[in-house]
Protein backbone atom coordinates (compact mmCIF):
# COMPACT_ATOMS: atom_id res chain seq x y z
CA UNK A 1 0.00 0.00 0.00
CA UNK A 2 0.61 4.03 -0.09
CA UNK A 3 3.45 4.87 2.38
CA UNK A 4 4.30 8.29 3.64
CA UNK A 5 8.20 8.31 5.35
CA UNK A 6 9.38 10.93 7.49
CA UNK A 7 12.33 11.51 8.30
CA UNK A 8 14.08 12.58 10.78
CA UNK A 9 11.53 10.42 13.55
CA UNK A 10 13.17 12.37 16.24
CA UNK A 11 15.87 15.44 16.54
CA UNK A 12 17.29 17.77 19.23
CA UNK A 13 18.44 21.14 18.29
CA UNK A 14 19.77 24.35 19.92
CA UNK A 15 17.64 27.26 20.62
CA UNK A 16 18.43 29.67 17.38
CA UNK A 17 19.52 26.84 14.63
CA UNK A 18 16.93 25.36 12.08
CA UNK A 19 15.74 21.97 11.61
CA UNK A 20 15.01 20.32 8.59
CA UNK A 21 11.73 17.54 7.89
CA UNK A 22 11.21 15.58 5.29
CA UNK A 23 7.91 13.85 4.27
CA UNK A 24 8.40 11.29 1.27
CA UNK A 25 5.92 9.89 -0.31
CA UNK A 26 7.48 7.13 -1.34
CA UNK A 27 5.41 4.95 -4.19
CA UNK A 28 2.91 7.21 -5.19
CA UNK A 29 3.39 11.22 -6.87
CA UNK A 30 1.42 13.56 -3.99
CA UNK A 31 1.20 17.19 -5.82
CA UNK A 32 0.07 18.31 -2.14
CA UNK A 33 0.94 17.47 1.28
CA UNK A 34 -0.19 18.33 4.74
CA UNK A 35 2.05 19.41 7.83
CA UNK A 36 0.41 18.90 11.27
CA UNK A 37 1.61 19.88 14.62
CA UNK A 38 0.69 18.44 17.76
CA UNK A 39 1.76 19.89 20.78
CA UNK A 40 2.40 17.82 24.13
CA UNK A 41 -1.20 16.45 25.17
CA UNK A 42 -3.08 18.32 22.56
CA UNK A 43 -4.71 17.51 19.09
CA UNK A 44 -3.10 17.40 16.25
CA UNK A 45 -3.67 20.60 14.01
CA UNK A 46 -2.85 21.92 10.66
CA UNK A 47 -0.31 24.01 9.97
CA UNK A 48 -0.07 24.41 5.93
CA UNK A 49 -0.97 22.58 2.61
CA UNK A 50 2.23 22.22 0.96
CA UNK A 51 1.89 22.86 -2.97
CA UNK A 52 4.43 21.33 -5.40
CA UNK A 53 5.69 23.67 -7.52
CA UNK A 54 4.01 26.66 -5.81
CA UNK A 55 3.78 28.24 -2.76
CA UNK A 56 2.58 26.71 0.87
CA UNK A 57 -1.07 27.35 2.18
CA UNK A 58 -0.49 28.56 5.53
CA UNK A 59 -3.43 28.29 8.36
CA UNK A 60 -4.18 31.63 10.12
CA UNK A 61 -1.84 31.81 13.14
CA UNK A 62 1.19 29.97 11.69
CA UNK A 63 4.06 32.22 10.24
CA UNK A 64 5.50 31.43 6.99
CA UNK A 65 8.79 33.21 7.81
CA UNK A 66 9.40 30.42 10.63
CA UNK A 67 7.62 27.22 8.60
CA UNK A 68 9.41 26.80 5.60
CA UNK A 69 7.69 25.16 3.13
CA UNK A 70 9.34 23.34 -0.26
CA UNK A 71 7.58 20.95 -2.14
CA UNK A 72 10.26 20.96 -4.70
CA UNK A 73 9.39 17.49 -6.36
CA UNK A 74 5.95 15.26 -6.67
CA UNK A 75 7.66 12.76 -3.75
CA UNK A 76 9.28 15.22 -1.31
CA UNK A 77 8.08 18.18 0.85
CA UNK A 78 10.43 19.41 3.34
CA UNK A 79 9.34 21.76 6.41
CA UNK A 80 12.00 23.78 7.78
CA UNK A 81 11.91 25.38 11.33
CA UNK A 82 13.67 28.33 11.48
CA UNK A 83 15.42 29.88 14.73
CA UNK A 84 13.78 27.33 16.24
CA UNK A 85 13.29 27.95 19.78
CA UNK A 86 11.82 25.51 22.97
CA UNK A 87 8.01 26.85 22.19
CA UNK A 88 8.77 25.17 19.10
CA UNK A 89 9.33 22.12 20.14
CA UNK A 90 6.61 20.08 19.34
CA UNK A 91 5.52 16.81 17.16
CA UNK A 92 5.16 17.61 13.74
CA UNK A 93 3.62 15.12 10.76
CA UNK A 94 2.80 15.11 7.23
CA UNK A 95 -0.05 13.40 5.15
CA UNK A 96 -0.58 12.67 1.32
CA UNK A 97 -3.02 10.98 -0.74
CA UNK A 98 -2.84 9.41 -3.63
CA UNK A 99 -5.09 10.62 -6.26
CA UNK A 100 -7.35 11.71 -3.70
CA UNK A 101 -8.46 8.06 -2.85
CA UNK A 102 -6.99 7.52 0.74
CA UNK A 103 -4.90 9.34 2.96
CA UNK A 104 -1.65 8.29 4.35
CA UNK A 105 0.31 10.12 7.41
CA UNK A 106 3.88 9.77 7.88
CA UNK A 107 5.62 8.60 11.37
CA UNK A 108 6.14 12.04 12.53
CA UNK A 109 8.68 13.65 13.92
CA UNK A 110 9.22 15.02 17.51
CA UNK A 111 11.50 18.17 17.62
CA UNK A 112 12.91 19.74 20.99
CA UNK A 113 14.47 22.38 21.12
CA UNK A 114 16.83 22.76 24.28
CA UNK B 1 -17.40 24.78 8.90
CA UNK B 2 -15.75 21.37 9.65
CA UNK B 3 -15.33 20.37 13.84
CA UNK B 4 -14.86 17.06 15.30
CA UNK B 5 -15.36 16.96 19.66
CA UNK B 6 -14.33 14.25 21.45
CA UNK B 7 -15.72 15.21 25.11
CA UNK B 8 -14.03 12.47 26.69
CA UNK B 9 -10.37 13.84 27.63
CA UNK B 10 -9.63 10.25 29.89
CA UNK B 11 -10.84 7.47 30.49
CA UNK B 12 -9.69 4.94 32.50
CA UNK B 13 -10.75 1.30 32.74
CA UNK B 14 -9.60 -2.08 34.39
CA UNK B 15 -8.80 -4.79 32.06
CA UNK B 16 -11.89 -6.53 30.17
CA UNK B 17 -14.15 -3.75 30.63
CA UNK B 18 -16.06 -2.86 27.05
CA UNK B 19 -15.32 1.23 26.44
CA UNK B 20 -17.10 3.66 24.58
CA UNK B 21 -14.47 6.37 23.08
CA UNK B 22 -17.46 9.28 21.97
CA UNK B 23 -17.03 10.97 18.71
CA UNK B 24 -19.21 13.77 17.65
CA UNK B 25 -18.76 16.22 14.16
CA UNK B 26 -20.13 18.74 12.68
CA UNK B 27 -20.11 19.32 8.91
CA UNK B 28 -21.52 21.25 5.89
CA UNK B 29 -20.43 18.46 3.23
CA UNK B 30 -22.46 15.80 1.90
CA UNK B 31 -19.64 14.11 1.35
CA UNK B 32 -17.02 13.14 3.98
CA UNK B 33 -15.14 10.45 5.65
CA UNK B 34 -14.85 9.98 9.46
CA UNK B 35 -11.76 7.71 10.86
CA UNK B 36 -10.26 7.04 14.13
CA UNK B 37 -6.71 6.42 14.79
CA UNK B 38 -4.82 4.98 17.38
CA UNK B 39 -1.72 7.35 18.83
CA UNK B 40 0.46 5.04 20.93
CA UNK B 41 3.20 6.93 23.18
CA UNK B 42 5.65 6.83 19.69
CA UNK B 43 3.39 9.11 18.37
CA UNK B 44 2.55 7.47 14.97
CA UNK B 45 -0.60 7.73 14.11
CA UNK B 46 -2.46 4.19 13.99
CA UNK B 47 -5.19 3.92 11.37
CA UNK B 48 -8.02 2.04 12.60
CA UNK B 49 -10.94 2.54 10.20
CA UNK B 50 -12.47 4.96 8.08
CA UNK B 51 -15.96 5.21 7.11
CA UNK B 52 -17.65 7.85 3.97
CA UNK B 53 -20.84 9.48 4.50
CA UNK B 54 -23.06 7.57 3.02
CA UNK B 55 -21.88 4.54 4.43
CA UNK B 56 -24.09 4.25 8.37
CA UNK B 57 -23.69 0.56 8.10
CA UNK B 58 -21.61 -0.18 11.66
CA UNK B 59 -18.95 -2.50 11.20
CA UNK B 60 -16.91 -4.67 13.97
CA UNK B 61 -13.48 -5.70 13.47
CA UNK B 62 -12.16 -8.28 16.14
CA UNK B 63 -12.81 -6.21 19.58
CA UNK B 64 -13.38 -3.26 17.93
CA UNK B 65 -17.06 -1.79 17.01
CA UNK B 66 -17.86 1.70 15.29
CA UNK B 67 -21.61 2.97 15.59
CA UNK B 68 -21.81 5.90 12.83
CA UNK B 69 -25.22 7.77 13.21
CA UNK B 70 -25.47 10.68 10.93
CA UNK B 71 -29.05 11.24 12.56
CA UNK B 72 -26.87 12.88 15.80
CA UNK B 73 -23.37 13.45 13.65
CA UNK B 74 -21.98 11.03 15.93
CA UNK B 75 -18.98 8.33 15.34
CA UNK B 76 -18.83 6.18 18.77
CA UNK B 77 -16.12 3.50 18.78
CA UNK B 78 -15.95 1.04 21.08
CA UNK B 79 -13.63 -1.50 22.58
CA UNK B 80 -14.83 -5.12 24.37
CA UNK B 81 -13.15 -6.73 26.47
CA UNK B 82 -10.20 -3.98 26.59
CA UNK B 83 -6.36 -5.05 26.87
CA UNK B 84 -3.29 -3.20 28.91
CA UNK B 85 -2.31 -2.59 24.99
CA UNK B 86 -5.39 -0.45 24.35
CA UNK B 87 -3.94 2.15 26.22
CA UNK B 88 -3.40 5.17 24.07
CA UNK B 89 -4.39 8.14 22.97
CA UNK B 90 -7.53 8.01 20.12
CA UNK B 91 -8.13 10.31 17.97
CA UNK B 92 -11.51 11.06 15.70
CA UNK B 93 -11.30 12.86 12.95
CA UNK B 94 -13.14 14.27 9.89
CA UNK B 95 -11.85 14.79 6.20
CA UNK B 96 -13.43 16.20 2.97
CA UNK B 97 -14.28 14.32 0.28
CA UNK B 98 -11.18 14.49 -1.21
CA UNK B 99 -8.95 13.16 1.60
CA UNK B 100 -7.03 16.33 1.98
CA UNK B 101 -7.18 18.45 5.10
CA UNK B 102 -7.71 16.35 8.24
CA UNK B 103 -9.74 17.88 11.24
CA UNK B 104 -8.85 16.11 14.42
CA UNK B 105 -11.05 16.03 17.72
CA UNK B 106 -9.04 16.69 20.87
CA UNK B 107 -8.56 12.80 21.18
CA UNK B 108 -9.47 10.66 24.51
CA UNK B 109 -6.16 8.69 26.53
CA UNK B 110 -7.99 5.97 27.08
CA UNK B 111 -5.76 4.14 30.69
CA UNK B 112 -6.28 0.27 30.58
CA UNK B 113 -5.45 -0.95 33.76
CA UNK B 114 -4.36 -4.55 34.76
Known amino acids: GAVVSQHPSRVICKSGTSVKIECRSL??????MFWYRQFPKQSLMLMAT?????????EQGVEKDKFLINHASLTLSTLTVTSAHPEDSSFYIC??????????FGQGTRLTVV | AQKVTQAQTEISVVEKEDVTLDCVYE???????LFWYKQPPSGELVFLIR??????QNEISGRYSWNFQKSTSSFNFTITASQVVDSAVYFC???????????FGSGTKLNVKP
Open chain 1, 95 to 104: SASPLNTEAF
Open chain 1, 27 to 32: DFQATT
Open chain 1, 50 to 58: SNEGSKATY
Open chain 2, 27 to 33: TRDTTYY
Open chain 2, 51 to 56: RNSFDE
Open chain 2, 93 to 103: ALTEYNFNKFY
